[in-house]
């Protein structure tokens, strides 16, 4: 399919598309999506990320992730929802997977299936599934599997129904948490539905945090809630291309689906792209 086309049905079907986790916490589930694409990301700086704690990792995964972040970013978010090749990397067929609402129920899980099948992701967690010991362990093994953790919100609010204070104590307290728990603090920043504003863009440029919201995904619609129908849809939509930023969540039939999912994408052809491999805010 021609490029110009297949943006413009992920345009479309974006603005269809809605992470409706949490409704009982957040209560705007419902709200259609806004998914500032008018987000201008030429504003990143080029330049090498900072080392950081890396000491839980084995050690060929402690090498790799350090390279990586060393290594000139190799792709960059468009307008905030989908991947381009900097150089270099244009003939290689690449997607990121992305695992919201963690970790609930199954991310331990989903980490574990995703590690088996090498394949890299974005884990990006809510703070108010972080309570207890357990669910902190939780996430810190996640993230000594190699895999990066993104902010998502404390309690997964509608951020345009928020004051400035309220979305700056929504969007601080979980990198806060996750520094805590993985001595790192999240670099990518995904609002609930996708509802950017002007405080959380801000915000996120202030934390060094990339805006990240998504090319396409299913598993939120009740159609799709099931091993089988979601695994077709998302390896044979049309969305699914060269730089596709899959969205998916930590839910039964995910879990359920998702080496399914992940097989087939590499049956297609496709790499799971390094999140550390994409240019970040960095200044
Ligand atoms: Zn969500």
Known sequence: MKKVSWILIAVFFVFLAACQSQQSVSGTADKSENNDKQEDTTDHKDKDQPSEKTSGLPKQDKKEKEEAKKAKPSYEMKDNWYLKPINGEKNKKVILLTIDDAPDKHALEMAKTLKKLNAKAIFFVNGHFLGSDDKK??????????????NHTYSHAYLPDLSPAEQKKEILQVNDMVEK??????????????????????????????????SYGYDF?????????????????????????????????????????VTGLKEKGYAMLEPDKIKRINE
């Open 181 to 214: 728990i993985t001595g790192e603090r999240p670099q990518f920043f995904r609002a609930p539905n996708g509802a950017n504003t002007e405080v959380s863009k801000r915000l996120a440029k202030k934390e060094h945090m990339t805006l990240m919201n998504w």
């Open 137 to 150: 362990a939780e996430l810190k093994k996640i993230h000594d599997m190699g895999f990066t953790i993104g």
């Open 221 to 261: 619609m009740p159609e799709y809630e099931d091993r089988t129908k979601l695994t077709n849809i998302m390896l044979k939509t049309n969305l699914l291309g060269n730089g596709a930023n899959l969205l998916m969540h930590d839910r039964d039939w995910t879990n359920a689906a998702l080496k399914d999912i």
